[in-house]
């Protein structure tokens, strides 16, 4: 049984890696400020012996220091998060991105505790190289457009991460996920899953941004989890970063036609442009594919849905969510 602390622990991916590890036989306290992360994410698991959580910001350094003094794995996940309230938040993404990581890696010096960071995909930039892996170079655009922002304080985040290792001595392993999808993502800071399965179940335009040959791949939530899980328990990942995704891809268009098909909706597929979907001057990403080797090499890990399979559990939670 290992005690571990989850920042964030009340958003999409942090609600699901908690409850694995309370399957796990782990003990669970979370530190979440509700901004983009929800109390109903977590309100099943109240009433579990082994989990706790704390409402508050993890740059509250008392409550921070209180947490990490009681814990052995620090799983931080807390972050500014989804395109949307990135371009609108540009000075909130890079506070809390920056800021945060630091107190964390800080509290875990502190007690000697392991750290997993959370990383992003978003750190390969508009690099195309297909697909991406760990040690590719990467491109960022110029730092006039906010979308970069949050890139570039992810990598920070990273450097920071092995400076306190190489240094400080702190474990660390990085993780960058690719787009992850799931029950409890919220299309409401941009997500396109979410918002096409919400648009198809009421009949409304599905919204399909620029000219929907952009393509991605998506990974379920569980998948990710594990391999999170996993990566905490593997002494060989200490110092390493790890693209955790799936390698199949699909263009926007297909899936909104995919998502229509399986919802047996009366949609129509809408093209939007980016101007009007995003800020000006927002530029998007034709391709993001993970390499995979990596971390199948050291974990053995392999997606086990396929994006269908992975649909019909979140449109059945959807239909749930609106009752439906
Ligand atoms: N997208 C879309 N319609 C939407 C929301 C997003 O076509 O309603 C597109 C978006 O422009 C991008 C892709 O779907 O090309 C994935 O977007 P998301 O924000 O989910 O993740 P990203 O890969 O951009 O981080």
Redesign the pocket.
């Known amino acids: 049984m290992t005690r571990c602390l989850i920042t964030g622990g009340a958003g999409f991916i942090g609600s699901h890696l908690s409850e694995a590890l309370l399957e796990g036989g782990h003990t669970v306290t979370i530190i979440d400020n509700l901004s983009t992360g929800s109390f109903d994410n977590i309100q099943h698991l109240t009433d579990h012996p082994n989990f706790r959580f704390a409402i508050d910001t993890i740059t509250n350094e008392t409550v921070l220091d209180r947490l990490a003094s009681e814990c052995e794995v620090i799983f931080h996940l807390a972050a500014a998060v989804?395109?949307?309230l990135i371009v609108e938040n540009p000075v909130h993404t890079i506070e809390t991105n920056i800021t945060g990581t630091e107190a964390v890696l800080k509290a875990a010096q502190r007690y000697r505790a392991q750290v997993l960071i959370a990383s992003?995909?978003?750190v390969y930039g508009k690099g195309n190289r297909v697909p991406f892996s760990e040690d590719d170079d990467v491109l960022l655009g110029p730092t006039i457009h906010n979308r970069w922002a949050y890139a570039a304080s992810k990598m920070v985040d990273e450097f920071l991460a092995f400076a306190y290792h190489q240094e400080k001595g702190v474990p660390v392993v990085v993780f960058r996920l690719f787009?992850t999808i799931g029950p409890r993502q919220t299309?409401s800071?941009?997500?396109?899953?979410p918002?096409?399965i919400r648009?198809a179940l009421r009949d409304e335009p599905?919204?399909?941004?620029?000219d929907?040959q952009?393509q991605?791949s998506f990974t379920w939530v569980g998948d990710a989890v594990n391999a999170i899980i996993r990566l905490a328990e593997s002494p060989e990942a200490t110092g390493q970063v790890f693209n955790i995704g799936h390698q199949k891809e699909i263009s926007?268009n297909e899936?909104?036609a995919l998502i229509k098909e399986l919802t047996g909706s009366d949609s129509e597929i809408s093209l939007?442009p980016?101007e009007e979907?995003?800020a000006e001057g927002f530029e998007?990403?034709r391709r993001?594919l993970p390499d995979i080797s990596k971390i199948s090499q050291v974990l053995g890990y392999q997606p086990s849905l396929d994006l269908p399979e992975i649909l019909e559990r979140i449109i059945s939670y959807h239909k749930e969510e609106m009752g439906l």
């Open positions: 989804g395109v949307k992003t995909s978003e787009n299309g800071y941009g997500m396109v899953v918002r096409l648009q599905i919204t399909v941004y620029g929907g952009q991605r926007i899936l909104a939007i980016y979907a995003y998007d990403m993001r």
